[in-house]
Every structure is written in structure tokens, then in C-alpha cells.
């Protein structure tokens, strides 16, 4: 068993959507809801779900950018250092991510200007080296983001990210906002990377083919919870919840072999201001049932492996 880098324990976090005259919060959207998750060492932790389903909060909320109403979120080592060290996040759009103003080689060393005994040669030093690393070319190092292309950018926001030698990067759609040809480059650079520095990556994307590529394991989330997870392979070619198996039917795909027998109902999210109750994905699951209307919850067995429904034993896996 691999040493557990992070910890989440029943996290809920949410956010004042609307305030009456008084400012008094009269509304709520309800982010997290729930979620319990551990993060391991050298692993790759695919999360995938459809817009809105809480996948930045949950990022956020690993950085440190955001506390949770209730729940505990830990690293598990380095306890005297605090949450959020150790941690670099890459975003999705790197030109907004990337301060315009400043050229690159002070861009990639941003994260140990605080470092004080790092003089400008030492950080330029720093910056050539991350430049051969992630394929920068160091004679462009005093140029300006928008100089660059998306993909280059990217690769800058990667090297920053290496500048603070984390242990864990969170990676928010990191190829979303690129060309196919540029995405498959990005995503070798980021196997690379991860073998020659044992990272550990969690790895946000809408895009199933990039998760499936990329990950160890996978977590499915809907309204704020994690629905199922387990290992690539299980969730994605042996889906068992009737959302994961909703979602993989909805990714066009060349490989046809986990064609399955559901279809969306409604095939909109429920609103996360109104949480639903008993089983949030009831509304909209072709196998709910009365027993349905009781809270799920995430079920988990001794590999780790999880699903938050009572039937998930009850369907069938996927014909191959
Ligand atoms: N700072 C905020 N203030 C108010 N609501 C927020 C805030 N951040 C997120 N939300 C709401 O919380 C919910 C979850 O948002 P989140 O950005 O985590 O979803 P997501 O899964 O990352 O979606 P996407 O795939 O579109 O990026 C959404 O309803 C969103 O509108
Ligand atoms: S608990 Fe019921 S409603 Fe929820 S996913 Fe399972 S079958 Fe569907
Ligand atoms: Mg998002």
C-alpha cells in the first residue's frame, strides 16, 4: 500500500448564491456534499463529471484556496507544514493564469521569489533549467506569455508549477483549451515529468479519452459527491453506477464496446441550491427505485473501490 499523501473526510463546502436587502445569505449552492477521498503517493487520480458537478471547488478546496464548511481536508505527512504546501495547481487557460507583464523566466520562478536567498542569477538558472524540462526554449525565456502559443504557455504554467517542487500537482483541465495534436505533447510531457520526479498528480477533465489515458484510478462525481471509484479499468470498462455508465455513453467513442442499455431521462443537472433528497442522481436514473428516496452512501470495499447505489449490484456490467 502506497503512503497516503492527502486526505478528505466528509467535506462539504458551499457558497452564498443570493443575499436579501439585509446582505443576509438567502441562498445557498451547495458545492461539496460529502466527499471523502485519499490521495496516494505516484498516483494519478482522475476526476471526472459534467459541468457544475463540483470538480474546481474540489481543487480549490486541496489548495487551500477555500475552507470547507465542515469536514477535514489533511496532508498526511509534513504535518507541521501547512495545508496547501507542497501543492502547485496548472490551470486550464494559461494566458489568464500567466501574468502578461512579466517574462517567462520570472513567471517560472514566481512560486520561490519568496525563497530569500535566491538572487536573480540563481532564479534565471532555476528558469533555464525548468525550460529543457518541459521543452521551453531557454533563448525565449525573456519574452512575455502572449509571445507564445497555447500549448508553449502550458508548458510554462507546467514549469512554474515544477519551480516550488511539489509532491502532488492538481491539474484542472490542463489540454482543454488546446488543438488534439498539442493536447497528446502536453499530456507525454506530463508522463515524463511524473516518472523522472514522482509526482502525484489529480488530474480534472471533462474529456474521458484523457483520463482514461492518463490515470490509475478514477472518481466519478454528481452534485458534489463522489459517485464511483476505483481503478481505471473498473470504472470506465466496468461501470457500476448508473451515472458512470450514463456519462460513458454520452463520450463518442471509436471503441463502441461499452455501448450500455441507459439513457438520460431528463438530461439536465438538478440544481445543487436544492439538494435533492435520498439519492441525488434519483431524478434522473432510469433504475430508481422506492428505496431510492434513503441518502447514498459511498459504499466501499477493501481494494478501495466505491459506488454510492444500493443496485449497483444489481446491473449488469457492459456487454464486451
Ligand atoms: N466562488 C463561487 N461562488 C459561487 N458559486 C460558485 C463559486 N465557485 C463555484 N460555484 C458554484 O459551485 C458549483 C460547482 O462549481 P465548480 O466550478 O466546482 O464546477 P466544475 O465541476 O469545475 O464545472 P466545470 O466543468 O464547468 O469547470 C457550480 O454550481 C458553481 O456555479
Ligand atoms: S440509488 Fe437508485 S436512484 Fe440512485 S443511482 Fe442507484 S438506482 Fe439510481
Ligand atoms: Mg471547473
Redesign the pocket.
Known sequence: MSEILLALENVYVN???RTNWRGKVTER?H??NGLDLQISRGETLGIV????????????LLMNM?KPASGICHRTRNTDSPPGSGMQMVF?DPLSSLDPRLPVWRIITEPVWIQRHNSEAQRRELAQSLALLTGIRPEYLDRLPHAFSGGQRQRIAIARALSAQPDIIVL??PTSALDISVQAQILNLLVKLQRERELTYVL?S?NVSVVRHMSDRVAV?YL?QIVELGTTEQVLTQPRHPYTRLLLDSVPRIDRSLEGEITDKKGELPG?RQLPQGCFFRDRCPLAAESCRQPQPLRTDASGAGVRCWRAGVISPPAL
Not at 50 to 57: A, D, L, M, N, P
Open positions: 457558497f452564498p448564491a449552492v458545492a461539496l463529471g459534467e459541468s457544475g458537478c463540483g470538480k474546481s471547488t474540489l481543487a480549490q477555500i486550464q484542472d483541465e480534472i471533462h462525481m458534489g445543487n
